[in-house]
């Protein structure tokens, strides 16, 4: 729910300052002028102050008058405006903030910068005033950044913008400028057409579907947003995957080996059938490693067992006992091995020991990496907003918190009086750490590959020293070998080649059950995202069309829609527009029932939204109406529905402007609640 509880407007200059208040309530608001006394400009400026004028056009320019931005009239004569602001103060239902935005800021602050208290101080008088929030608008990050103010702002009405996708493939958050056009309407351009004219530069597709789907909190929606989420899932274990695989293949390559090869990721075959055919829990990587011999490809495990026969057949050979000086050499020599492979062993438990305390440093300085990212962050946000003219640094200091975490400092400083650092200082030692972080990260990185290169040299010489302690076991047992120097090479080439395979088998181990496991989540996503379908309407969507429909169709019989039957208009759910069976309702009928169908529509859609539990904020900005002169016997029904309209068991508050005499408006509300605000001059003068 969003309600505006009161509004002012100063505009200083050199004689003096000139201004505007005025307080709202719940119902109907009729703020009654003549033409051109500033019943648009106080509009403009509510949706000005909330950093909303994107729905209106590109930009700012023409948004607010020359009262706000250059001249205003004191006592007959003009004078140059040298500051102006307004102040609107807003209310949840359960908190209320006052935000100031200014029109032409002093010097040293610039119109983005959006100052916010946390309490009401339109309405209420006297007492504490708590330190003011800064926050930005007109920039990038505005919706999604903690110092954005929209992002503020959706947080405060309890949205969670969903992403949609635009024109140019990216997916960006529904943004508050395109759903304001559903409860705001400016008199020049605003009233033509049957269906609100949603702001095209921010690139999204099918905005007006999108913005009825979030306040109708239609379940397509939430299924368009869990279908953008498993796509992302899916893309990110696309990476993954790919990561994983090429790993694998680049160790098979150095063993001139090769991976089984397999359906490439997303495509059918890949979501039909297990990768590598396994269908078991563990894969065994020396099954899926192939070798080439013998015009065919087997498998490394079947190498491996090859190898394995064709070592121990050329151990067979007898030998016969050796004694003598021969003897005790190799007893010697077969002790110095033992002890090497002790040492050795030794070194690989330190190596061990070294890498799981590598690991959890990396860890660690990981995560303080993401701690500092994230206030590097802040620290960005932060000098965006000075750079607006915010004095946030200098609050923070003055009230003992942190400028980026909002928490206190107070007893954290050994040393009293010790100078505070300055915004760009803090982000500069930030930046510094992270720099610091990152060689820190990277000296762990390259520990941590000069561990597995000696790891790996240890090993491999374990495995040389562990064959010659067999063979001088073999030769203390007394065998005078039988075989020819070329089965003893061919021996010593086999046992070489056997203990590469076997890394092999044994680092690729992992990375082949990861990667089973990484198409098994895949298939648990697309599984997923199939089961959501295309985007189709649930029963209970239906439900919530079909009420918005009878709704729309009861308000045109009210304001007696004359073109067609209003029993023959429907909502076509594909665009979210009325339409017709003999089609679209864009150029038929006069001007004056496209704008009872703009009435209806916006109504019917706040009715809907109230009885769905939707999202609509319950608030309606209508700057004129009653265009093209539409009739009173429309107009009277009309503000009649808009003083009764119901929101959420209270009623909703709708503010629109008129320049009728005030009898007639009391005569088209007779026995109606609502309030007046009657401009008698210019709102600035």
């Known amino acids: 729910m969003l309600r505006i509880n009161a509004i002012s407007i100063q505009s200083v200059t050199a004689v003096g300052s000139v201004g505007f208040s005025a307080r709202f309530a719940d119902g109907l608001t009729v703020i009654r002028a003549r033409n051109t006394s500033g019943k648009t400009l106080l509009l403009n400026s509510m949706m000005y102050a909330l950093g909303l004028e994107g729905t209106l056009q590109p930009g700012k320019q023409g948004i607010l008058t020359t009262g706000l931005t250059k001249k205003v009239n004191i006592n007959g004569v003009e004078h140059q405006v040298r500051t102006s602001w307004i102040d609107l103060e807003v209310t949840n239902g359960s908190s209320t903030i006052t935000v100031r935005r200014y029109a032409l800021p002093p010097d040293g602050i610039k119109p983005d910068l959006i100052t916010v208290w946390s309490q009401a101080l339109l309405t209420s008088a006297g007492g504490d005033v708590d330190p003011p929030k800064h926050y930005y608008v007109g920039r990038g990050g505005a919706a999604q950044n903690e110092a954005g103010f929209h992002h503020f702002l959706a947080k405060f009405l309890g949205w969670r913008l969903p992403l949609v996708p635009t024109y140019n493939g990216k997916e960006v958050p529904l943004y508050l400028q395109v759903l304001a056009s559903l409860f705001f309407v400016e008199q020049k351009q605003g009233w033509s057409g049957i269906v609100p004219k949603m702001p095209t530069q921010y690139q999204i597709r099918e905005p007006l579907r999108r913005s009825i789907e979030f306040y109708l909190n239609l379940d397509v929606l939430e299924r368009a947003r869990r279908r953008a989420e498993l796509q992302q899932g899916l893309s990110v274990i696309r990476a993954e995957y790919a990561t994983l695989r090429g790993a694998v293949e680049a160790a098979a390559h150095l063993s001139n080996a090769r991976v089984m090869p397999t359906s490439e990721f997303g495509t059918p075959a890949f979501y039909r059938a297990p990768i590598f055919g396994v ?202 070998p039988r075989a020819s120097i070329s089965q003893i090479q061919r021996r010593i080439v086999d046992e070489a080649r056997l203990q590469e395979l076997v890394r092999l088998r044994d680092n690729a181990q ?48 009210a304001f007696r829609f004359g073109v067609f039957s209003p029993s023959e208009i429907s909502i076509d759910p594909q665009t979210m527009r009325p339409t017709h069976i003999q089609g679209d309702l864009g150029f038929q009928g006069s001007a004056s029932d496209g704008l009872k169908m703009r009435w209806a529509y916006m109504l019917s859609l706040v009715q809907s939204s109230s009885a769905t539990s939707g999202c609509h904020p319950g608030l309606l900005l209508l700057d004129g109406p009653r265009m093209y002169d539409v009739e009173a016997s429309a107009m009277k029904p009309f503000l009649q529905q808009c003083a009764s309209l119901p929101m959420n068991g209270r009623q909703a ?20 609640g609502y309030q007046i605000i009657d401009i008698e001059d210019k709102l600035l003068s």
């Open 279 to 480: 269908t078991s829990e563990t894969v065994d990587a020396g099954d899926i490693i192939t070798l080439y011999r013998d015009d065919q490809w087997e498998t490394l495990n079947a190498t491996i067992r090859r190898l394995q026969e064709s070592i121990q057949f050329l151990n067979i050979a007898e030998q016969e006992p050796l004694s003598g000086p021969g003897a005790e050499g190799l007893a010697s020599e077969l002790r110095e091995a033992r002890e090497r492979l002790r040492a050795i062993t030794t070194e690989l438990q330190a190596l061990d020991d070294s890498a799981n305390m590598l690991d959890m440093q990396r860890g660690t300085l990981a995560k303080r990496w993401r701690l500092l990212e994230q206030e590097q962050r802040r620290y960005k946000d932060i000098r965006s907003l000075e750079s607006l003219g915010a004095e946030f640094s200098r609050h923070a200091i003055a009230h003992h918190d942190c400028p980026t975490c909002q928490q206190s400092l107070e007893g954290t400083e050994l040393a009293t009086g010790a100078p505070a650092l300055s915004t760009s200082e803090s982000a500069a030692l930030v930046d510094q750490q992270i720099q610091t972080i990152n060689t820190i990260i990277e000296d762990a990185e390259r520990s941590a590959r000069t561990n597995e290169a000696v790891r790996g040299a240890l090993e491999r010489e374990s495995g040389d020293i562990r064959a010659r302690i067999r063979a001088i076991q073999a030769d203390l047992e007394g065998h005078v």
């Open 510 to 557: 992992v990375t082949c059950s990861d990667l089973v496991q990484a198409q098994r989540r895949a298939i648990d996503l697309k599984r997923e995202l199939d089961s959501l379908g295309d985007e189709v309407f649930s029963d209970a969507d239906v439900r919530k069309l079909v009420a918005w429909q009878r709704g729309l169709r009861n308000l045109l019989t």
């Open 653 to 672: 508050q709708i503010i629109l402007t008129l320049s009728e005499n005030p009898g007639v408006i009391a005569e088209w509300l007779s026995g109606y």
